[in-house]
């Protein structure tokens, strides 16, 4: 991880240093061309009669202007005289002097082929001892590649300073980042409570304690019964197996994003992918930690919903759990309105009444009473389960849905009650957007109402 964050900043910084260089020397280059073309137009005002329009002219001019190179061109392209070279090629086709023909004064930078060195020209229409003609003065200057080349050296050595600079900054960020994170997996793993050293981590942490907390409930209920200690070491060992197999791709991504925006690696683009990135890691932790809450799946979310009788399944259910009823000779009391439906899938609601109903038989008293009704309301349809049983703590009121919690941690699941009921319940609640609350007198009984959507 460290020789990646090196190798990206390191990258970066030579990007940046280059950018920089050219940019600077394009500038540089700009600011010198326009410092030297007002130089020439001043210096070009200073030819007047009092030179010959012949090359001793000319070379008496370029000497009192310091050697610069002094052309006198003739309309027509004609060069009438050089101070610094004889060739009497026609210059008709040159830029500056097409400039200066059509507007008066020509500006351009190239390299002189008749001195093959690279020249900044300034050509202006005059008019001297009554002759029309142009006085082009030139000087030679530095090319933008040659500037470029000149800051290597410089460049050069920045990189050096900037690769220990990079160097050492990796490895204080990669301490910095992964330290906490490290501390994050370790504690998770010996299933203790974990602080997130960082706002991103946050969900991730939220998330871990959570699981972490769940897992001691159920280890502390598993391993309290003798008659499933071998199952809870088993579950307990293939728990974390699992967890952590699980978790190991997403916190290795997770943890490498965030070394990646800690060290401010990223563009705006990249850093916004990091974030999509970080946001769908933390959504599948949160996937298994939903897995490791339900103990099964229940039915495809995609199937379709329809009209289903409330009220005559309910009478069929009731129908079949009669002999429960007889064995403890418990008094069912009964209001259901007839034709009620609700819009969900028959499985479901069979699902709902079925386990309520059934787990009001099996921790009710014997010669209790147990009352059902469905009845219509304002919103849908409200579906109640009230019992004479041993009923709920009120400590134990927010964790009864939880998967494999009981209430009378005396069954020892002998009569089917391993907690799992009422964690399906509401689960089908939940997907079918229905209320589920609970109240009840520790001792008493408990009283169950569901209100479903029509």
Known sequence: MRIKILLISQLVITLILAAFSVLSSWLFYQTLTKEKTSELKVQAAFFDESYTLDEMGVKSFSEKLGGARVTLIALDGTVVADSSSKSKENHLGREEVKEALSSGEGIAVRKSSTLDKEYLYYCVKAAVNGEELLVRLSVTTDTLAALLLSTLPTLFWFLVVGFFICFLLAYIQTEYVLRPVKRIAKNAALNLKVEAPYK???????????????????????????????????????????????????????????????????????????????????????????????????????????????????????????????????????????????????????????????????????????????????????????????????????????????????????????????????????????????????????????????
């Open 200 to 454: 991103e981590l946050k969900p991730v942490v939220d998330i871990l304690n959570m699981r972490n907390k769940q897992v001691s409930e159920k280890m502390a209920e598993l391993l309290d019964k003798k008659e499933i200690a071998e199952k809870a070491k088993r579950s307990k060992d293939d728990f974390i197996a699992n967890v952590t197999h699980e978790m190991n791709t997403p916190l290795t991504s997770i943890r490498g994003y965030s070394e990646l925006l800690l060290n401010g690696a990223l563009d705006e683009a990249q850093t916004k992918q990091a974030a999509e990135i970080l946001l769908a890691q933390s959504g599948r932790l949160s996937k298994l930690i939903a897995r490791i809450i339900n103990y099964s799946e229940l039915d495809n979310d995609d199937l379709p919903s329809y009209e289903v009788n409330a009220s005559a399944l309910l009478k069929e259910i009731l129908e079949n759990l009669s002999p429960s009823f007889a064995r403890k000779n418990i008094a069912l009391q009964t209001n259901i309105e007839e034709g009620l439906t609700v819009r969900s899938r028959q499985e479901r609601v069979n699902e709902v009444m079925g386990n309520l109903i059934r787990n009001a038989i099996r921790y009710n008293k014997e010669n209790g009473k147990l009352s059902v009704s469905l009845v219509k309301t304002e919103k849908g349809v409200r579906f109640t389960v009230a019992d004479t049983g041993i009923g709920i703590e009120e400590e134990n009121l927010e964790r009864i849905f939880d998967r494999f919690f009981t209430v009378d941690k005396s069954h020892n699941g002998e009569n089917g009650g391993f907690g799992l009921g009422l964690a399906m319940v509401k689960k089908i609640c939940n997907k079918s957007d229905w209320i589920i609350n609970v109240k009840s007198v520790f001792g008493e009984g408990a009283t169950f109402t569901v209100d479903m959507k029509v």
